[in-house]
DNA sequence: TGTTACGTTTACGTAAACGTAAACGTTGAC
DNA sequence: GTCAACGTTTACGTTTACGTAAACGTAACA
């Protein structure tokens, strides 16, 4: 049987260029709770590596940490209970929703910006022009 | 000539879902400078109501103040310097590289979703067929 | 066994993005 | 003209998400 293989903090503070005082923080927030060696050291198994990706992903687009608890929570939802999974679903659809909505709006900042691009680019057609004439006139 | 619509800060508010607070903090920044009525009340036009669009779906998804203050500045660079076009062009195209990675991250969020919401629907149906055995069993 | 890098907790500090309250002026309707 | 609704500036308070430093323990290696 392979043993797991496991990071301390600083690996993974590296690997996904975050501080170690943030994966703390999410640790403090309950976000993270990796084991702990004999010395009292951070281990974080594959499992606690996923979450702190997933955290991070959030965060890139705006997502506070409540709202990114919310959702690590989706994933840990007491299974024994029908009830409570049919509400973990409704409102994972909730927020799934949410997702959706900003997808389409950062299309629509991507269509601003290309906006924003494409007039400056005319403009500086128009400017380019303007200099080939200027040297034409002073043929 | 039609008169050019007009809004007041509370409309903007209104319209928007944001504070009066925050829409005068986005201008203590330098991020909006509507006119002024004769007593001093901010008078928007649709220039600046187009402008706080941008900075509110900027927010949305996970940009801070100072670099919505980068794009904006991006419409209204001078334009009578090409050289000054050029480098705004190659910034513009920087952020929108930006843009679409966020994007692509946010797909990826959406499938992590997805598949927590996959993984709720299968337990969900073994809990339900485990129910229906019961029932069975018992006739 | 000592040094060096790495880790720990505790705790105070800070920047961003507002909230909130005070004290006051402006607009518009009646 | 007066009253309510709306607006103004000034300024201090608050929350989030960390940064930073102190004082100390641990792991690995020569």
Redesign the pocket.
């Known amino acids: 049987m392979p043993e797991e293989r496991t990071w301390?903090?600083?690996?993974l503070?590296e690997e996904f260029d975050?501080?170690?005082?943030?994966i703390?923080?999410?640790e403090e927030?309950g976000l993270l709770s990796?084991e702990?060696?004999?010395?009292?050291?951070?281990i974080y198994n594959k499992r606690d590596r996923a979450r702190l990706k997933l955290i991070l992903r959030g965060?890139r687009f705006g997502?506070?940490?409540?709202e990114?608890e919310d959702i690590l929570g989706l994933g840990t939802v007491d299974m024994d209970e029908a009830e409570q999974i049919r509400k973990a679903i409704s409102y994972g659809e909730r927020i799934m929703a949410d997702v959706v909505d900003r997808i389409e709006e950062m299309k629509l900042m991507h269509q601003d910006l290309l906006e924003v691009g494409q007039k400056m680019h005319d403009r500086l057609a128009e400017l380019e022009a303007a200099e080939n004439e200027d040297e034409t006139a002073a043929d």
């Not at 975050?18 to 943030?22: A, K, Q």
């Not at 997502?63 to 409540?66: G, N, R, Y």
């Open positions: 301390s903090i600083s690996q503070a975050v501080s170690t005082r943030s703390r923080f999410y927030k990796p702990r060696s004999g010395g009292g050291y951070r965060k997502m506070s940490l409540d990114i």
